[in-house]
Every structure is written in structure tokens, then in C-alpha cells.
């Protein structure tokens, strides 16, 4: 079956960094797009950024410039570098791909951006 987990959150304070990590089986990593997206308390969940099975990248404005995601296909693994973290930041942050029509979550990681 398909198992995404998700790893990195944390504590930091503003204008900190973290790194985030997603571990996929069940797919053909390779060939799949990932996404992240967060949801802060009482808000619904928001794509944060994408990535292509070619390594294209697209972003959420509020987080370019600041945020990268990437990929290594050997270690079936998808990160997301956050760097000059604000508050408005803090949320648990998911990863996430499609396979057969349906899109599968992890667990989430909680990133916390508090002085």
C-alpha cells in the first residue's frame, strides 16, 4: 500500500530554517509528482509547493523565494528547505501523491515558528 512519512518539524524561531523529509513506498516514485501542502489551525489545508517526476517546481506566492522543494529519486524521498520561516508559517505540513486517481497523505509534521 501506499506509505508517505513525513519528517523535520520543529520549534524555530522567526526567520529560522528547517528542513522537511517525506519517505514514499508503494509507488513508482520516480515517475510521480509530489506536493506538500500545510494547514494551520482552523484553516483548511493549501498546496505549499509541487515537484514533477521531471523536477519542475511550482510554488505558492506566499512561500517563493523562501521555500524549495526537491527530490531524490534514489531514495525515494521529497524535501522541502524552508528558510526566513514567519509565523504565519507555523501549521502541520503534509506530503502528498496521486496514484490511480486518488491522492494519498502522510501524517503530517508540525512546524512551529515562535519566539
Known amino acids: 500500500q501506499v506509505q508517505l512519512v513525513e519528517s523535520g518539524g520543529g520549534l524555530v524561531q522567526p526567520g529560522g530554517s528547517l528542513t522537511l523529509s517525506c519517505v514514499v513506498s508503494?509507488?513508482?516514485?520516480?515517475?510521480?509528482?509530489m506536493d506538500w501542502y500545510r494547514q494551520a489551525p482552523g484553516k483548511e489545508r493549501e498546496s505549499v509547493a509541487s515537484i514533477s517526476s521531471r523536477g519542475t517546481s511550482n510554488y505558492v506566492d506566499s512561500v517563493k523565494g523562501r521555500f524549495t522543494i526537491s527530490r531524490d529519486d534514489a531514495k525515494n524521498t521529497v524535501y522541502l528547505q524552508m528558510i526566513s520561516l514567519k509565523p504565519e508559517d507555523t501549521a502541520v505540513y503534509y506530503c502528498?501523491?496521486?496514484?490511480?486517481?486518488?491522492?494519498?497523505w502522510g501524517k503530517g509534521t508540525l512546524v512551529t515558528v515562535s519566539s
Open positions: 508503494g509507488v513508482i516514485f520516480r515517475l510521480n509528482g
Open positions: 502528498g501523491v496521486i496514484r490511480n486517481g486518488v491522492r494519498y
